[in-house]
């Protein structure tokens, strides 16, 4: 297949007599189809047919493209916000533990409730992401 | 079968290449702490964590008397929990855990100077308070009740 500048891609490295070698070298991948697939170069959807490709959705024009350019910041966007809860919490557990000491026990109660609506709306924002992998 | 096996390394190479880690999972690693965090705050609340006085005991007779400017040292509610006693140039009568509130040094009684000190990083504590006056205490020293009556000094609660 020509890609831009007229370079040729080369044909995916899968041996046809053991198409699942990768599979079976490392199980705890994940995307371990990918490799057999041959689909792990920088533009694996480029390929086109979208075999074993969870992403590609349809096959036709334009298919092997990114219609959710987005979702990669979306979920960047994600890391972010849990992060900051997880400072906000870093920070609310100091407090807390100083209150602790200083016999400030109401105020702990406080931050214990704040502790816990930060890990709800880190639970609510990492269930939000599409389940599109 | 060399052969083979070379297919098989650089396979195994390529699948190394990438990071194991994604940003998925980087997201549930997170909320993972945030729980953790959670959990932690949870110990806080309930009182895993000790301080000074945590429990009670009965009245303690520390000294049989303190003259002004005097302090005896003693152990109070617990065995773990030490504490002090100082008889103020005025006549007034602090009890503290001797326990500095920074990284738990023991705390002494500086006649010269009127101050409860910590030599480990200079933390200074007020003895007519028990608050920081210098050094890199957080927190004042907590309190220990002490009474006075004819058969001496007693320490009889935690404040």
């Not at chain 1, 994600?78 to 807390?96: D, H, M």
């Not at chain 1, 400030?104 to 109660?109: A, P």
């Not at chain 2, 109070?76 to 009568?93: C, F, H, K, N, Q």
Request: charge should be positive.
């Amino acid at each position: 297949m020509a890609v831009g500048g007229g370079s040729v891609r080369p044909e995916p490295e899968v041996d046809p007599d053991r198409p699942y070698r990768a599979r079976q070298l490392a199980p705890y991948r994940r995307d371990a189809g990918l490799f057999d697939s041959g689909l792990t170069g920088r533009y694996p959807g480029l390929r086109g047919s979208g075999a074993r490709d969870a992403r590609i959705r349809s096959s036709g024009p334009g298919s092997g493209s990114d219609h959710d350019p987005e979702r990669a910041a979306m979920l960047s966007g994600r890391i972010a916000v849990v992060a900051t809860i997880v400072v906000g919490q870093l920070w609310g557990l100091t407090v807390a533990l100083n209150a602790w000491l200083e016999r400030r026990t109401g105020q702990v109660w406080l931050l214990l409730a704040f502790e816990a609506l930060s890990f709800a709306l880190a639970v609510a924002v990492w269930l939000a992401a599409p389940r599109d992998r | 079968m060399a052969r083979e096996q070379a297919a098989t390394r650089a396979l195994l190479d390529r699948i190394r290449a990438d990071a194991p880690v994604t940003r998925r999972d980087y997201l549930r690693i997170l909320v993972t702490v945030s729980g953790g965090l959670l959990l932690g705050a949870a110990a806080v609340g309930v009182g895993v964590f000790r301080r000074h006085g945590t429990g009670t005991a009965p009245p303690k007779r520390v000294a049989d008397r303190l003259g002004p400017g005097e302090a005896v040292a003693f152990r109070y509610p617990g065995v773990d929990d030490r504490a002090l006693a100082v008889r103020l140039p005025d006549g007034r009568l602090a009890g503290y855990s001797a326990v500095c509130t920074h990284l738990a040094c023991a705390v002494l009684w500086r006649e010269q100077d009127g101050t409860l000190q910590c030599p480990c990083h200079d933390g200074v504590f007020d003895p007519a308070s028990g608050e920081v006056v210098a050094g890199p205490p957080p927190r004042p020293l907590p309190k220990v009740l002490l009474r006075e009556d004819s058969r001496g000094i007693w320490a009889v609660g935690t404040g």
